[in-house]
């Protein structure tokens, strides 16, 4: 399977705590597929930049999460309030941290003839900003349902705040499962 990288979504956020913002860009391979199409995808990217372009570290989300426009959303916010931000995403077996760190089982391959990931653990992963480390994973909620149609694998994420400016915002990740009328 041959592919090329293109930059795809972005978001920026003080990393470090230096006061500056940092960039991160999502790479997407040239066969990423929408969940209506299938196909099996290239490995999606998270990289961390410095404002003069030197990559601080990379995120490669692995084999169980397929690349395209509704499978990989990411935040970056300072959530525990320690003036560097982190970066909050969906992750699932053989995603490797922006240090090394494998989650879960690393030669896991859950992709079905077909090129969809309809099984296998998924997670919730917060990383630290400064080097991508793992901070914490939990799994990810709510889970994957009965896969019915296109839009079974759809998610997007949001972080509220429900009372500022006393309490923390938190991630909170959302999944979009259909039935198809008959």
Not at 14 to 41: C, F, I, M, R
Not at 137 to 147: C, D, H, S
Not at 155 to 162: I, N, Q, Y
């Amino acid at each position: 399977m041959s592919y090329t990288y293109s930059a795809n979504d972005m978001s920026v956020g003080d990393l470090d705590g230096d006061g500056q913002y940092e960039y991160l860009v999502k790479w997407d391979p040239s066969n990423a597929k929408d969940n209506s199409q299938s196909g099996h995808t290239g490995n999606v990217f998270i990289d961390a930049y410095k404002l003069n372009g030197t990559r601080l570290w990379r995120i490669d989300l692995g084999r169980n999460i397929r690349a395209g426009a509704h499978y990989t959303q990411f935040q970056v916010f300072d959530y525990d309030g320690d003036g560097r931000a982190e970066i909050a995403m969906k992750t699932a077996d053989a995603t490797v941290s922006g240090t090394g760190q494998v989650i879960g089982n690393s030669g896991a391959d859950h992709r079905n003839s077909s090129g969809y990931v309809l099984s296998g653990p998924e997670y919730l992963t917060i990383f630290n900003g400064a080097n991508g480390a793992i901070l914490d994973t939990i799994n990810y909620q709510p889970a994957r349902g009965n896969v019915n149609d296109s839009t079974a694998a759809r998610t997007s994420s949001t972080a509220p705040w429900p009372s500022a400016p006393t309490d923390r915002p938190c991630g909170t990740p959302a999944s979009a499962t259909a039935t198809p009328s008959t």
